[in-house]
């Protein structure tokens, strides 16, 4: 079998239905970054259990401009072809319904009608879900109905985290009784908003003149927005799942795992916790609240992998200790679930930080290349060293030990990180 995997990291910007530009910088990113879909070779990208890694191929579809080169070890043996180069591979090994071997399996990273239309230019058959069954599942709208909270150390429940909006009057409500629970603002979701992106942050109850302006964009299009109250974020952790089709001769929704994330004060992405050991009972919640809406996404005919983010909170009017269950739901791969991917460089009782950060940080230098330290630290490089010719501006490593205190010294110079995990939320005093 050969696995071709379409790195359209920015996905969720396919299914808007206003157009919205990628920047030259959002376009670096995923050229740097989105070679490591290529971690998830020798492994059924929604599956826990890897097929014979023998018989299976993986290519990562790249630009003409963006080939990756100073690969690690972690992606050696997978192919990166341009598109042309894939078609004329496609073109001399057709798909068959008779010889498995030389089967294709099309697998981007989240499904859209521009993702359809790349691997059909590639002569490449595809089973995808219906489009608009992906959009409604990565939706606002859809995450709102999901959207409830627990008191870790107690019994109150909430069930509406959120309010969904679709007037200007009803922003500036929401903003408002946003502001009177949390004296660090609120953000602004748009109805498709993932990874930290097309959203707006703010402290005031007096909206800006370019906030008024994204709001009023969303709405000429008919679409929705969705206002929190900005929490003192304590962990977060992504969940990931694997739905089947209804088709599928064993369509039971599978849990793959959980991997908690690395975030910077405004809540982006930096990183992933993959861990040997189950995942922390705090999150056992959550799994079987998020299990539900992988049902409910079944039920709606999506299938495909499907990460589900919750987080630990610190409630700002009694200092308390909140699980809000789901707060991204994710029809699609996520970085959680490359993350855990290298579950398989783990040894009994290691963590691992999966770290992406600028390449002249910690992650990639003469000294740090998949090698041992002191303390019984390694480093294992994860990206590659060169896009296109030029030096990668982003990287990513992971670094893996026994001991999570070494762990964290090691990687403490990365900048704008925050390694507090649940290990250590049992020693916090609560009031």
């Not at 959203?199 to 007096?206: I, K, Q, W």
């Not at 970085?335 to 460089?345: I, K, N, P």
């Not at 290691?350 to 019984?376: M, Q």
């Not at 294992?380 to 982003?394: E, L």
Request: hydrophobic share 40%; proline share 6%.
């Amino acid at each position: 079998m050969t696995r071709v995997l379409l790195p359209n990291l920015f996905f969720e910007e396919e299914l808007q239905s206003i157009a919205i530009p990628t920047s030259p910088k959002a376009r670096q990113l995923v050229a740097e970054i989105g070679p490591t879909m290529g971690l998830l070779a020798g492994e059924t990208p929604g599956k826990s259990t890897p097929p014979d890694a023998r018989s299976l191929r993986s290519i990562v579809v790249v630009a003409e401009d963006a080939r990756p080169d100073d690969l690690p070890a972690a992606l050696q043996g997978v192919e990166f072809l341009t598109m042309n180069e894939l078609a004329a591979r496609v073109a001399l090994e057709p798909q068959s319904d008779s010889d498995q071997s030389k089967d294709w399996e099309a697998v981007p990273w989240g499904w859209s009608h521009s993702a359809a239309a790349i691997f059909k230019r590639a002569g490449l058959r595809s089973r995808a879900p219906d489009i608009n069954v992906v959009r409604s599942i990565n939706s606002r709208q859809f995450q709102s109905t999901f959207d409830a909270a627990i008191e870790i150390d107690g019994t109150q429940r909430v069930d509406a985290f959120g309010t969904l909006c679709r007037s200007p009057p009803e922003v500036t409500a929401a903003i408002q009784a946003a502001c009177e629970y949390s004296p660090r603002g609120w953000v602004i979701k748009a109805d498709l908003s993932h990874a930290s992106r097309n959203r707006l942050l703010g402290s005031s109850t007096d909206l800006r003149s370019e906030h008024r302006a994204w709001l009023e964009t969303r709405f000429a299009s008919g679409e929705c927005v969705y206002v929190e109250p900005w929490m003192e974020r304590i962990s977060e952790c992504g969940l990931q799942f694997f739905v089947p089709s209804a088709e599928s001769p064993t369509a039971t929704i599978e849990f793959i795992g959980a991997a908690e994330m690395l975030t910077d004060a405004a809540g982006r992405y930096r990183g992933s916790i993959v861990r040997s050991a189950p995942q922390d009972a705090i999150w056992q919640p959550a799994i079987d609240h998020c299990l539900q809406i992988a049902k409910t996404a079944a039920s709606k005919g999506y299938f495909g992998p499907l990460g589900i983010d919750c987080m630990v909170f610190r409630c700002p009017k009694h200092k308390s200790r909140w699980l809000r269950l789901s707060h991204d739901i994710n029809g699609r791969l996520t970085m959680g679930r490359v993350a855990l991917s290298l579950r398989r460089f783990l040894e009994a009782g290691e963590t691992g930080f999966w770290v992406h950060d600028a390449t002249d940080s910690i992650l990639r230098n003469e000294k740090t290349s998949d090698r041992g330290f002191s303390g019984g630290v390694r480093i294992v490089q994860t990206s590659p060293g060169r896009i296109g010719g030029k030096a990668a501006r982003m990287g990513t490593a992971f670094v893996v030990s026994a001991d999570s205190d070494v762990l964290r010294a090691v990687c403490t110079g990365i900048p704008g990180q925050s390694f507090r995990t649940t290990r250590n939320l049992g020693s916090e005093r609560h009031s």
